[in-house]
């Protein structure tokens, strides 16, 4: 059973800076396109960046590209989404998720593994 446990969210002021961290256990998700989803209360959880399997492939929700920046490193089952110049609208809970191919796609339905998620709060 694969595990993805989130971790690096917090409270920060708007024009800040966070990276959020996703380490998986179980087996190796080398294979797997991995996402980002965000979910604000009331809201439906949102697409925010995946990333391809090796990594030459990153795609973006137009509202946060050009401040996000997804990477992955396959030597420590780990995936990375560093975050700058914060919005207050950013604030949601931050989930990762590995996809089930080898690119990424945008619909949460094709993401077979998700973790539990980390609070991220941008105040203004």
């Known amino acids: 059973q694969v595990q993805l446990v989130e971790s690096g969210g917090g409270l920060v002021q708007a024009g800040g800076s966070l990276r959020l961290s996703c380490a998986a256990s179980g087996r190796s998700l080398s294979t797997n396109a ?10 439906e959880r949102e697409f925010v960046a995946g990333i391809s399997w090796r990594g030459g492939t ?6 946060v590209k050009g401040r996000f920046t997804i990477s992955r490193d396959n030597t420590k089952n780990t995936v990375y989404l560093q975050m700058n110049s914060l919005k207050p609208e950013d604030t949601a ?21 998700w973790g539990q998620g980390t609070q991220v709060t941008v105040s203004s």
């Open 34 to 43: 991995m996402g980002w989803f965000r979910q604000a209360p009331g809201k």
């Open 58 to 63: 990153t795609v973006y929700a137009d509202s």
């Open 93 to 113: 809970v931050y989930h990762c998720a590995a996809d089930t191919a080898p690119n990424p796609h945008r619909r949460t339905g094709d993401y077979e593994y």
